[in-house]
């Protein structure tokens, strides 16, 4: 005890690296619920400077607690610290600090904990021993952590999970059997079902799909298949976020597409924006009350794991310049404020000998300087207000599964039809692929073998197409007669899955297809997500100028990277036509009969 503040530091050594380490030990929401510390909830107050204040309140016991969330400060994967001033409780500051060092092939931990009391009770406290009791559950569970990063344990704490009753588990049980009835549960109905059980709620308030079947070492599409077929069996409920591009926090929520705002306000960053179904609508799930329910709050509301995409967060003095040990990961990066403000977005390509540049803010403004040394990052505030400087990835986060990709997806469509924009509502989409169909000589066909067979093979090679187009991460959207349209969030899916379909076996059916990528527009059109704009119209132009067996590729689709890895092989064409609704030629790529029917033989 010093000077009235309390502070003790524990310090282990493991033999795993930092890198491994942090992402467990720096997911203080995680730890916290380990701890069996309750949920708290927070009021975000405007200030007249356009910043916020983060107003939390919880209770432990017997005290009510009130405090400032301050921001936490980290540099990933080195160490991070945080204080909460308490305006209500027995501590007047609380604040821990984690620091990891490499050492000896593994990692140097340190964790020190300071509380400084507010009243009598607080002192009473910290004489009773309530700083070492909380630092030995803290150390039981880092150990326990580094030894599920060591491979030794299968989960990072020893977790107890709420018993189900004997109704609820018997429910459970019926769902799990209508689940794989369905064919969506492709055998992990009872593994989704254990999760959502035995889970720590802190990997149950927002289900990714993505993220868990990376966990479960499964099929992105078959965990997404999982989750919408658990939605219909009652194990899980849906929601849509609409995620500010800034602090990609969800500022928005919606139990249905109809009801998802065209925009929202993010006051953590005092700005409005607008909703990008490839980009930040994303579709989350949660298990279903009636399996279990979720305590509502906050466990950490902003630790260093609750926005990973963060690498640096640092919160200067006023005329402040810091000097950090850190090593920022080649790509795209961005430079900004916590607080609104101005960004600049670096492109970051480390030189040999050279560090990374200098983060500057002053002014509404966020710019970068000369290079520190090698395995530094200098930041400096040359404003007269605190400011938390933030060096993040610009890539968006890649486990999310947006609205594009979703509603982009056969199983999608098929179970939630229903689920469609408000009537006159559109929604701007980036960048889709769409692929056009249609039979060539089906009046022929009619005529020729009589309407019922006839009619009989086409609804074949419906369902043939349907499965092609599913196997590949895309959807059918429409039929027209005898014509498909099909949309892919993936070109390269989309071109594969049309070799698959030319190469099938066709018993005499003939079929010419067109495909394109761009931006479009969807809407809801006869009770149905649909697209439309000059994409949809130059992808059925192109359908039009197939022969038949062949696959024709808009010139832009078909430079696509992830295009001209499936067809760098296969012999194309290249040609020009003017088509109609286009006042230019448009050039296009055709994959002729030979090559498309040599495919197989090269996949």
Not at 56 to 85: H, N
Not at 126 to 137: D, H, N, V, Y
Not at 459 to 464: L, N, T, V, W
């Amino acid at each position: 005890m010093m000077a009235g503040i309390a502070r003790r530091t524990w310090t282990w050594w493991f033999d795993q690296p930092p890198e491994r380490l942090w992402p467990l030990l720096a997911d203080t929401p995680r730890f916290n619920e380990a701890m069996g510390l309750p949920r708290y909830q927070v009021e975000e107050i405007p200030r007249d400077d356009g910043t916020l204040l983060r107003l939390a309140r919880g209770r432990i016991g017997r005290y009510a607690l009130e405090w400032e969330e301050q921001p936490f400060q980290w540099v990933a994967p080195r160490g991070f610290t945080q204080v909460r001033r308490f305006r209500a409780g027995p501590f007047a500051t609380v604040g821990p600090t984690l620091e990891l060092s490499p050492e000896h092939g593994g990692s140097r931990v340190s964790y020190t904990l300071e509380m400084r009391p507010a009243n009598w009770m607080g002192r009473l406290l910290l004489r009773l021993g309530f700083l070492e009791r909380s630092g030995r559950k803290f150390e039981a569970l880092i150990r326990a952590a580094a030894d599920h990063a060591a491979g030794s344990r299968p989960e990072p704490f020893d977790y107890v999970p709420p018993t189900p009753a004997a109704a609820v588990a018997e429910r459970v049980a019926g769902m799990i059997r209508a689940l794989e009835e369905s064919g969506n549960g492709h055998g992990l109905s009872r593994r989704l079902a254990d999760h959502l059980l035995a889970a720590q709620e802190v990997d149950l308030t927002r289900i990714r799909p993505l993220a868990l079947a990376r966990t479960w070492g499964e099929q992105p599409r078959t965990v997404v298949e999982l989750c919408l077929g658990a939605v219909k069996a009652g194990l899980l409920t849906l929601r849509w976020d609409l995620l500010c591009p800034r602090c990609r926090g969800a500022k928005a929520v919606a139990a249905s597409l109809d009801r998802l705002p065209s925009g929202a306000h993010c006051p953590s960053c005092n700005i409005d924006y607008g909703r990008d179904f490839a980009r930040n609508v994303e579709l989350t799930f949660q298990p279903s009350p009636a399996v279990r329910q979720l305590t509502e709050g906050e466990y950490c509301l902003a630790g260093p794991m609750t926005t990973p995409h963060v690498h640096v967060q640092q919160t200067l003095r006023p005329g402040e310049a810091r000097t950090l040990e850190a090593v920022l990961p080649a790509g795209p990066l961005r430079l900004r404020t916590l607080e609104p403000g101005g960004s600049a977005d670096l492109d970051w390509l480390p030189a040999p000998g050279q560090g990374f540049p200098l983060v500057v803010a002053e002014a509404d403004a966020v710019t970068s300087g000369p290079p520190a040394a090698p395995g530094l990052l200098c930041v400096e505030n040359r404003t007269d207000r605190p400011l938390t400087l933030v060096v993040e990835d610009r890539d968006w986060i890649a486990d999310a599964l947006t609205a594009h990709q979703v509603t982009t997806l056969q199983a999608f469509r098929d179970m939630f039809s229903d689920e469609v924009l408000r009537p006159g509502d559109e929604v701007a989409i980036g960048t889709v692929t769409l692929m056009f169909t249609d039979l060539k000589g089906s009046t022929a066909l009619y005529d020729r073998i009589g309407d019922a067979s006839a009619y009989h093979r086409v609804r074949e090679h419906f369902a043939d197409l349907a499965r092609a187009v599913r196997d590949h991460d895309g959807a059918v959207v429409k039929t027209i007669g005898d014509a498909v349209m099909a949309a892919f969030a993936d070109p390269g899916q989309a071109v594969r899955a049309a070799l698959a379909i030319q190469t099938a076996p066709r018993d005499g059916l003939v079929i010419k297809m067109g495909l394109h990528a761009g931006a479009c527009v969807a809407v809801t059109l006869n009770g149905r997500l649909d697209y439309f704009g000059s994409t949809v119209n130059l992808a059925a132009r192109l359908e039009g100028r197939s022969r038949g067996g062949d696959i024709i590729l808009s010139e832009g689709l078909a430079a696509d990277p992830a295009v001209s890895a499936v067809i760098t092989s296969l012999h194309s064409e290249v040609e020009s036509a003017a088509l109609k609704g286009f006042a230019a030629p448009v050039t296009f790529r055709r994959l002729v009969p030979e090559t498309v029917s040599s495919y197989t033989a090269l996949s």
